[in-house]
C-alpha cells in the first residue's frame, strides 16, 4: 500500500498523452510541493501551460492537507475544483472521486508524498504517481517522514520513469 503505481521525475511528465497511455481519464492533484512549493501562492510559470492543457483534457481535481484559507486562495487562483483539508491520507480520496465521476482506475492519485498521497490514493485503488517535492523548505513534520517514506519512493516493482 506504500509503493506508488509510477514514479514520474517531475509533474511535468504527467501529460494528457501520458494519462491516455495508461488508460487514466482524470486526476487528483496534492497541493503543496507537488503543485506549488510549500508555502508558494503563485504557481511556478513553467506549470501554467501545464496545468491548462492538463485541465483542458481531462478532469482535475485539487485534493490538501493545506489549512482552509490558504487552499481557497491558490483554489481562486487555479481555478480547480477542490477540498481542503482533506485529511489524507484516509479521507478525501473518495470525494475527489465522487467529484470528478471517475472510478479509482480510471484517476491518477499524484503527489509528493509516500504516507498521504500514495498510500491514500492506494487504499480506494486509484494508480497512484509519486513526483520529487519542489522544495526543500517544508512544514518540520514532514521533513521529519520524508526520513521515514525513503524506502518507499519507488514503484512497485521497482521500475522508475
Known sequence: ML?????LPSLLHLTPAWLKA????????DLDNTLLPYGAGVLPEAYRAWLSDLKGAVPVYLLSNALPERFARVQRLLDLP???PALKPWFGFRKALKALGLLAREVAAVGDQVFTDVLGGNLVGAYTVL???????????????RVREAPFRRPRGGVTR
Open 3 to 7: 509503493f506508488p503505481r509510477e514514479v
Open 22 to 29: 495508461q488508460r487514466l481519464k482524470g486526476g487528483n492533484l
Open 82 to 84: 477542490g477540498h481542503a
Open 131 to 145: 513526483v520529487p517535492p519542489l522544495r526543500e523548505q517544508e512544514f518540520f513534520y514532514t521533513r521529519f517522514i
